[in-house]
């Protein structure tokens, strides 16, 4: 009797207490994304089989069965126009997919009336942001070459002996830069990219093109090149920076404290292609802090004294974020380079050891070609040719590839790219 009236309250707890864990189980489950089915799609692509060349043309199907699929997962479309006297003098559309595939499979292929078709299934995962950044394609390492910045009011820079940012902010951003695995850091301090703030960032050379940014990738041999325009870095309030009458000075002491000699910065990134001299990227940093030593004392930027001011503490914080937000960014472009010289069916490039390749990459070549608007300004156009380079050689600074066709073909030449998507 004892061992029967213990147990039935015990029986009724464990009893509440299973249905209540299954309930949570069930709830949780509920509310638990079901993945395993869902993210597996199938989808085909097609590519024409130009030259023979079936792996080209392989590569280009399974290429357009991802597009496929990635588009299932959503997609983001951006629309750039540009004004210039009136008139649109840039229109550009992009599309970005919301998804990627993590995992493929080929199920079928076949070629049909000198077309490759190509079945897929694919495991797709979605992504919050169109670009995660540090997704280097096949880890290959992206030159980008860091120029002089435009300083717009140079009288701001008085305060401190501060003339010098123009050449140091972009020293110090290389010299942070140039720990990170993924990118090549060229330093191109020397070169100045705009002469006015008017047209920055899409200043025209004195060739005619957009920007400076391809002869300054032509000379050191970089994919993307990075200017900047430094907009602000003025006293909060300049009219207390100067000398004042004791009393004065003692009464705007007690009123503003250390806030009267408040200081801003703001400073514009711009990433442009060096091979095109397109304009890929732009970012906007600002921050301020207070100039809290001698206003007479020179000290210039990025010396031990300024990084000891409180401005120059939060300039040194906003510098970390420029360099986190440059190796996402340059993370989401495609990996290029310059093709030096053609021989035969050898392409010889101006890329290799240095920047990750090794015998048996392909890279898809792409022909640049001109062409002019009506004002006659000159563009670069990326023409995808549908043909693959094999690379056979790698040398430290340079590489030498096979394709499946002469280059006279397709009109490959000297100065023409290949890319890594």
Known sequence: MMRTTGTAPNSSISHGLRLML???ALFSLLMTPYKAQADWVEVSGSAQVRHQDMISARRAAIRDALRQASLQGGAVVNSHQQM??????RDNVSVSTMGYVDEMTVLSEEVRDGIMYVTVRANLTAQEQTCQGGGYANGYRRSLAVTNFYLQTPEE?????????????????????QGQHHLRMLDASQYQMY???DTIPTSISDRGTLTNAVEVSNRLGAQYVLSGVIREMGMEHPELAGERPF????????RYKDERFARR???DLYVHDGFSGTLVATHHFETGGNWNINRLQKVGFASPAFWNTDYGQHIDALIEQMVSGLEDEIGC?????RITRTNGKKLYIDTGADAGLKPGDTLNVYRLSTFYDNTQREFVEMQNVDMVMTVDRVQPRFSRGTIAALPIVE???QGDIVVAW
């Not at 210039?84 to 003098?89: E, H, K, V, W």
């Not at 820079?157 to 830069?177: H, I, N, T, Y």
């Not at 472009?333 to 380079?337: I, N, V």
């Open 195 to 197: 002469n006015s703030p």
């Open 157 to 177: 820079a008085k305060m401190g002996d501060l003339f010098d940012v123009s050449e140091k902010l972009p020293q110090e951003l290389l010299r942070r830069l």
């Open 265 to 267: 910065f703001e400073v």
């Open 247 to 254: 009393f004065d000075g003692l009464v705007e002491r007690v």
């Open 22 to 24: 299954l309930s949570l």
């Open 84 to 89: 210039t006297d009136g008139a649109i003098s």
């Open 333 to 337: 472009q495609p990996f290029m380079a």
């Open 411 to 413: 009109n490959i030449q």
